[in-house]
């Protein structure tokens, strides 16, 4: 039976060779893994989550296999999208990984942006193969500059959902259940609820009312022929009737205990029409198999304990019964937290400030052993007091990749599930596994084997994907053969493309920073246009808005916060000094710097006039080259790249003027561009497709030095964030230092570590000191 299931799912239970998930990744056919996983998961830590328009957001991105946490996985390039609350994107900046998984960057907001939630999106296009469920979104406030802060329309608390979720997936007549169950609001915000379980007679047989965050639990032994509903109501009356799905006839009935034993989870399983025949048990953490066992289907009652040791990492356990048929017929979720975690200290040099005193952190980094670990953190350290401390429990690089990552629909405050403080934590996060079901692949589709290919590929880098068609009869270019170049920030790449049978065109793993500029022409120098093709974004997800009072404080925290955008653009612009404002007069610009045929590298390190004596005896265009320091060039004729036979064609009496570019090709050569006679108006009669491509988003250095103190006058420090460190590296003790200033408000001040090892063990720290007046 065992050896059934297992050849049935394609050995899905040898998940310890999960490196071999398939060969180079999704060249070949995908095994089991590729259905349940979307290989990858990305998690952005914000430097605060609460901004105002104008502000600048200061990200940290990490990116992790998505079974063991590691920073094995394929992809380095991120895609960020900031969404407003209706899906359209407000900033798109698409950053580069590095080999251990980290990437940062800045999103400047623009000061026109409405007040609201916005979300922040983030992905790889190798998790674009799975349910977009399954990408990275963070939800952002931005209060705006335009108008006064005001309070929330009651739109935000609106209707009653409750929903009923049997343990295990269905009730079964005669067999006793939990029935676990959620009630929000229609923007998924939980309620606090009361209510009833009555029967078709309107018999009242159990009530019942939430516990934590609209969650809570209620027993029932389903009748024959009857039907159940459950009343609810809210505290201000909102009201919901639901009808229990009906029980089955036959069937068995899955309860999981994850809290009474210390060592073990305890599995107790309960058969409607016990029949010979084995069930099997099987319990996996992301895909990794930590249970299978053979259970007799002639006993009406069964018991299990899967020992904790046998589960490898903290995270979400999922338990599947499968019938004599081996089909699943049970699943319940528990929650494995052994505090296999990394631990991550933040100390102060003292205990409270004074406003402006400089501050001192020392933090440190042990694994579960409480060996120290060297790894890459991010840091954000802000005023708490401006923050409004509305997100109090949002979701954290722990919290997420153990809990969130892996479950559908909202998770309210997650991070309150991982504070040791809270002594009904683990209760509660039980309720979270009853009321979000694991989604991330079907048991039927892999018993079929109905497996798909993956559509997108992991990506090293840049991709640029079009269509070519003719300008003058708008026929695609079939297999037509295009010359040009690629000119980033830090090179010249000569090209020599040939389209397909549909005229398209596809340059991959390019790597530039910033922008470039594509050049493309057919060899013929017949006339074509160039359409680039990316695909659709993802479905838009809504996130619940946030509900945020406390008007009075929030428009201080807008006063404060336009004031201190003022004066930071100041002193950014100037290098970290005030001066005084001077007047620039506008310059013209020299003919030769728009000369079309300058477009791929702009201002020439070098320009050779040629002379009639420079030409006597020559014939050729190479002849005027003679011996250089070049030794592959790009060859260039009024700025097209040509072959070096081509100078041979080209007369050296035709030639103006030489171009040489010494450095910006590949391998330290440069350019050498041939001007012919016909001057800059040949340039605009090549038939030339020029395109701009956003390349990969520059992280800029933030500033953290004190204010001014010979700024007269001395200009108030309101910053809302002190101190931002993407990349802060531990030593090879563990530790690392930093050191910044506080600022002039009387506050509490928040500094927040977070970070993972090459082990896949994510660290969460925070520390709060006061700020007190001199």
């Known amino acids: 039976m065992v050896d059934l299931l297992f050849k049935g799912i394609r050995g899905l239970v040898w998940f310890n060779c999960l490196g071999l998930i398939t060969t180079g990744y999704g060249q070949t056919k995908p095994t089991a893994l590729t259905l349940i996983q979307p290989f990858e998961k990305v998690y952005i830590q914000t430097d605060r989550v609460q901004y105002v328009a104008g502000d600048t957001i200061w990200l940290a991105a990490y990116r992790v296999n998505a079974t063991d946490h590691s920073p094995k996985a394929p992809s380095q390039t991120l895609y960020v999208h900031l969404l407003d609350s209706m899906g359209l994107s407000k900033a798109s900046p698409i950053l580069h990984i590095d080999s251990s998984g980290h990437a940062s960057t800045t999103i400047s907001l623009p000061d026109t942006l409405p007040a609201g939630t916005y979300q922040l999106l983030a992905y790889t296009n190798w998790m674009r193969n799975t349910d977009s469920d399954w990408m990275f979104r963070k939800r952002i406030h931005i209060e705006a500059t335009t108008h006064q802060v005001t309070q929330p329309g009651a739109l935000l608390t609106t209707g009653l959902i409750l929903q009923l979720f049997p343990e295990g997936g269905h009730l079964v007549i005669g067999l006793t259940s939990r029935i676990a169950f959620q009630a929000l609001d229609k923007q998924g915000h939980s309620l606090f609820i009361q209510g009833v379980l009555v029967n078709q007679q309107g018999d009242t047989l159990t009530d019942f009312r939430s516990i934590h965050q609209g969650m809570g639990t209620f027993s029932l032994t389903p009748q024959a022929n009857q039907h ?30 994850n809290l009474t034993d210390a060592h073990h989870v305890r599995v107790v399983i309960h058969s409607s029409q016990p029949q010979p025949g084995q069930l099997i048990l099987l319990a996996h953490l992301r895909g990794q198999i930590c249970y299978q066992h053979q259970l007799d289907a002639n006993q009406p009652e069964l018991r299990v304990s899967i020992p904790y040791d046998s589960i ?68 954000a350290v802000t005023d708490r007091g401006q923050a409004l401390e509305f997100a109090p429990n949002e979701a954290t690089l722990r919290s997420y990749l153990l809990l969130s990552s892996d479950l559908k629909g909202y998770i309210e405050e997650p991070e309150y599930y991982f504070d040791t403080t809270q002594v009904h934590a683990r209760q509660y996060l039980d309720y979270v596994m009853m009321t979000h079901g694991w989604r991330r692949f079907s048991w039927q589709a892999i018993l079929s084997d109905s497996t798909l290919q993956p559509v997108f590929k992991p990506e090293t880098g840049l991709s640029i994907v079009g269509q070519v068609r003719y300008r003058d009869d708008q026929k695609v270019a079939r297999e037509a053969v295009l010359t040009g170049m690629l000119k980033t920030n830090r090179q010249l790449v000569p090209l020599n493309i040939t389209t397909d049978k549909e005229g398209r065109l596809a340059l991959e793993n390019l790597l530039f920073s910033d922008t470039a500029t594509l050049i493309l022409r057919h060899r013929t120098n017949r006339p074509i246009k160039f359409a680039l093709t990316s695909p659709p974004p993802p479905p838009f997800v809504a996130l619940p808005p946030w509900v945020v009072d406390r008007v009075a404080e929030r428009q201080a925290s807008v006063n404060q916060t336009l004031e201190m955008q003022a004066f930071m653009k100041q002193l950014r612009a100037n290098g970290g000094r005030l001066l005084q404002a001077v007047n620039v007069k506008a310059k013209r610009l020299d003919a030769s710097r728009t000369d079309a045929r300058r477009q791929g590298y702009g201002i020439p390190d070098q320009t050779i006039k040629v002379t009639d004596q420079m030409t006597s005896g020559k014939h050729s265009a190479s002849q005027l080259i003679g011996r250089s320091r070049f030794t592959k060039p790009i060859y260039m004729i009024d700025g097209m790249p040509v072959s070096g036979d081509a100078l041979d064609a080209l007369s050296a009496s035709d030639v103006a003027a030489i171009d040489l570019v010494y450095a910006g090709a590949p391998d330290g050569d440069g350019v050498i561009n041939m001007l012919t006679k016909q001057g800059p108006e040949a340039g605009k009669h090549i038939n030339q497709v020029i395109r701009q491509l956003v390349g990969y988003a520059v992280s800029r250095e933030f500033y953290s030095s004190p204010l001014m103190e010979h700024q007269s006058p001395k200009p108030v420090d309101y910053r809302s964030t002190l101190y931002w460190n993407p990349a802060l590296q531990t030593d090879k003790n563990g530790q690392a230092r930093i050191l910044f200033y506080t600022t002039d408000r009387v506050t509490t001040i928040q500094a927040v570590v977070e970070g993972i090892n090459g082990f896949g063990q994510p660290g969460y720290g925070r520390i709060l000191y006061k700020v007190q007046p001199k």
Do not use: M
Not at 230 to 251: S, Y
Not at 326 to 343: M, S
């Open 228 to 257: 159940y509903r459950a009343i609810a109501i809210t505290q201000d009356g909102r009201k919901a009737v639901v009808d229990l799905p009906p029980a089955l006839l036959t069937g068995y009935q899955l309860a999981v205990d």
């Open 312 to 379: 490898p990492q903290d995270g979400i356990l999922h338990l599947t019964l499968f019938d004599t048929h081996i089909q699943p017929v049970a699943e319940r979720l528990a929650f494995i937290n052994r505090h296999h975690q990394l631990t991550i200290r933040i100390q102060a040099n003292q205990a409270s400030y004074q406003p402006g005193q400089p501050v001192s952190l020392s933090i440190s980094v042990t694994d579960p052993a409480g060996k120290p670990v060297t790894t890459q953190l991010s840091l």
